[in-house]
């Protein structure tokens, strides 16, 4: 059985580094397993006092470290800030979050790059914060709801898209005990996850735990779906390809039944199940989609890209998407042909978890990949841990 490393959740690594650093102790140092998005929220933790007095702080393209930068900031008494990010960071979902810090006082005005920010004391209180956009601004109030005055008690009479992050947020700030390293991520291994099903081989994670903080881990239940299944290991879990998957099959496979799932609470993977399903040669609807294009790209947009290269029949909305795989589409029988195989073009713009899809694909067909380095932001050592699955994929 392959054994596969996977980069820490930095999801739960960046809560608790905001948490140590609200709390004056060190923050970890960096190794081999840290993401793009875990240096940049420990860059602007840690940004240095200039000679005028203010910080430079600069959160690259990482929303959490813009976010939760943001909330660490404007929460420090007498702190002066200048918060910086890049042109698509800039242009994404934000002002609920300085909206709800003005009104504990905060004074937060924009800059050329990003934002000015002086700090103060919160008084606390119930605060407001629409999250229908980004869960994110919840979870920043939420970690340092510990410097208010008073009790700081978030609503969100609106909604909130992504509930489970906040949930971990919630447990991970009511605990004392900030474990360093963090669990391994449950968002970067569901790909490998897709894989076993696609590839009908078994490889065993690491890090992992069946009872996790990351509501990603829900993400198991898919399995029957998608043709996996999940067990715990000591130390990790063993995943495999669930009985009867037919890869090598050279007859057609019988038609799958739709498949219906909401992502409202686990958009991160909405890309790659699709992806994943599709490639299965299974159509299907897909809702809770609302804030994917406002995202590192406009990821529901690429995601359609995707299926209609791969010959689906796809259309969108707002917040949802229904696609109609072709018959045997991606199947080994396909690949057999000369004739169907050519090798795709595609542009992950920029995006680590498009760059994820394109990966499926590539277990499927072939696929020359533009931007491919994007997935250090999440996974450095993606294409390295992936080629255990063989792919067919160069990297531009």
């Known amino acids: 059985m392959l054994r596969l490393e996977l980069p820490y959740s930095k999801s739960i690594a960046n809560?608790?580094?905001?948490?140590?650093?609200?709390?004056?102790?060190?923050?970890?140092?960096?190794?081999?397993?840290?993401?793009d998005d875990m240096h940049a929220m420990r860059r602007v933790l840690d940004a240095p006092l200039g000679k005028d007095g203010w910080r430079l702080a600069h959160a690259g393209?990482?929303?959490?470290?813009?976010r939760f930068g943001m909330a660490f900031w404007a929460s420090q008494p007498g702190s002066k800030v200048v918060l910086c990010a890049d042109n698509r960071l800039r242009a994404r979902p934000i002002q609920a979050l300085v909206d709800a810090l003005r009104s504990q006082g905060a004074i937060i005005e924009p800059a050329e790059l990003g934002w000015c920010i002086q700090g103060l004391r919160l008084p606390g209180g119930i605060l407001e914060v629409d999250s229908r956009l980004s869960s994110q601004f919840a979870s920043a109030l939420t970690l340092v709801a510990e410097t208010a005055d008073n009790p700081l008690k978030i609503q969100w009479s609106s909604g909130m898209v992504s509930a489970p992050y906040w949930a971990m947020t919630q447990r991970l700030a009511q605990g004392q005990n900030?474990?360093?390293?963090?669990?391994?991520?449950?968002?970067?291994?569901f790909?490998?996850?897709?894989?076993?099903?696609?590839?009908?081989?078994?490889?065993?994670?690491?890090?992992?735990?069946?009872?996790?903080?990351?509501?990603?881990?829900?993400?198991?239940?898919?399995?029957?779906?998608?043709?996996?299944?999940v067990s715990g290991i000591d130390g990790g879990?063993?995943?495999?390809?669930?009985?009867?998957?037919?890869?090598?099959?050279?007859?057609?496979?019988?038609?799958?039944p739709e498949w219906v799932v909401d992502f409202k609470g686990l958009p991160d993977l909405a890309m790659p199940a699709i992806v994943a399903a599709a490639l299965q040669g299974r159509s299907g609807m897909a809702s809770g989609l609302l804030t994917l294009n406002l995202k590192e790209s406009p990821r529901l947009d690429a995601t359609v890209h995707m299926l209609r290269a791969l010959g689906c029949i796809a259309e969108q909305g707002p917040d949802w998407l229904r696609w109609t795989a072709p018959d045997g589409a991606g199947s080994q029988a396909d690949l057999a042909n000369e004739s169907v195989v050519q090798r795709l073009e595609l542009d992950c713009l920029d995006d680590h978890r498009m760059a994820f899809c394109a990966g499926l694909i590539a277990l499927r067909r072939p696929v020359r990949l533009r931007h491919s380095a994007a997935v250090s932001k999440s996974f450095p050592?993606?294409?390295?841990e992936f080629s255990v699955f063989g792919p067919d994929i160069e990297l531009v």
């Open 61 to 66: 393209p990482s929303g959490m470290a813009y």
């Open 191 to 229: 790909v490998f996850l897709a894989a076993v099903g696609l590839r009908g081989m078994g490889i065993d994670l690491m890090g992992l735990s069946l009872d996790s903080l990351q509501g990603d881990a829900a993400s198991m239940e898919w399995g029957p779906d998608l043709k996996f299944c």
């Open 237 to 256: 879990i063993r995943v495999e390809s669930t009985p009867g998957v037919a890869v090598l099959a050279s007859e057609p496979l019988p038609a799958l």
């Open 178 to 189: 900030l474990d360093w390293p963090p669990e391994r991520d449950w968002s970067a291994a």
């Open 381 to 384: 050592d993606f294409w390295k």
């Open 15 to 35: 809560r608790v580094m905001v948490l140590r650093s609200l709390r004056g102790k060190a923050l970890p140092e960096p190794d081999a397993h840290w993401s």
